[in-house]
């Protein structure tokens, strides 16, 4: 059995789970995973009642933070903005004494509609994944989290029936087994606008 060397949180939010062909595969490919914390955010609070206290404590016991979320008008779903609202808070996560996520590694593992070639500068959405995520690019950098580029599922409403799924899994899993076993390169992540293609160059020992 590998050694747990890093322990993740990985913050699922997706308002509409029964309609889910690719984002609760992948929370439950999570699941399996020793090392990885895996929250259900809707399915735990149901009120958006949020236990502020206790997501603190979950933030400070892990090392590396995820989100994971289905892409919604590009940007996250309710639950998680109100999530971050509450739960990152000044004198917690930023501000006077606010060091309680400094260093600790920060990504999202997102899933889009659209295909891959219509998130460019050129493209239908006219930005880049990465540059649609700034905001949580710049929430990392204000709480001193080390940010990292998503790992996105493109042209997710047709993932399944193309046969993609699996790979997208594989692909998942391998990353995730490589970071509880702290084997990747995050500065050299750190350039990338994606993880997608790159896992051969940023994942050591495989």
């Known amino acids: ?17 029964h309609r889910s062909e690719v984002n609760i595969p992948l929370f439950e490919t999570a699941k399996a995973i020793e090392g990885v914390t895996a929250v259900d955010l809707y399915g735990e609070y149901p009120t958006f009642d949020i236990d502020i206290e206790q997501e603190q404590q979950r933030l400070v016991d892990h090392d590396i933070i995820i989100f994971q979320f289905p892409l919604y008008w590009y940007s996250t779903p309710a639950m998680l903005k109100e999530w971050q609202d509450l739960v990152l808070e000044y004198g917690f996560a930023y501000g006077t004494d606010g060091e309680q996520l400094k ?27 990465r540059q649609l995520l700034a905001p949580l690019e710049q929430t990392a950098s ?20 193309d046969d993609r799924m ?27 606008g994606k993880l997608n293609h790159s896992l051969d160059q940023i994942i050591v020992g495989d």
């Not at 050694?3 to 913050?11: A, D, G, H, P, S």
């Not at 260093?103 to 891959?116: Q, V, Y």
């Open 1 to 17: 059995m590998s050694e747990i060397k890093k322990r993740i949180l990985l913050l699922l939010a997706h308002p509409s789970q």
């Open 142 to 161: 204000l709480t001193g989290m080390h940010y990292l580029p998503p790992l996105a599922l493109f042209g997710a409403r047709t993932a399944s029936e």
């Open 103 to 129: 260093g600790k590694p920060f990504f999202c593992a997102l899933t889009a509609g659209g295909k891959e070639e219509a998130y460019q500068t050129q493209g239908y959405n006219h930005f880049t994944i």
């Open 166 to 192: 699996d790979a997208h899994r594989r692909k998942w899993r391998r990353l995730l087994k490589a970071l509880v076993e702290d084997r990747v390169d995050l500065d050299m992540a750190s350039g990338l």
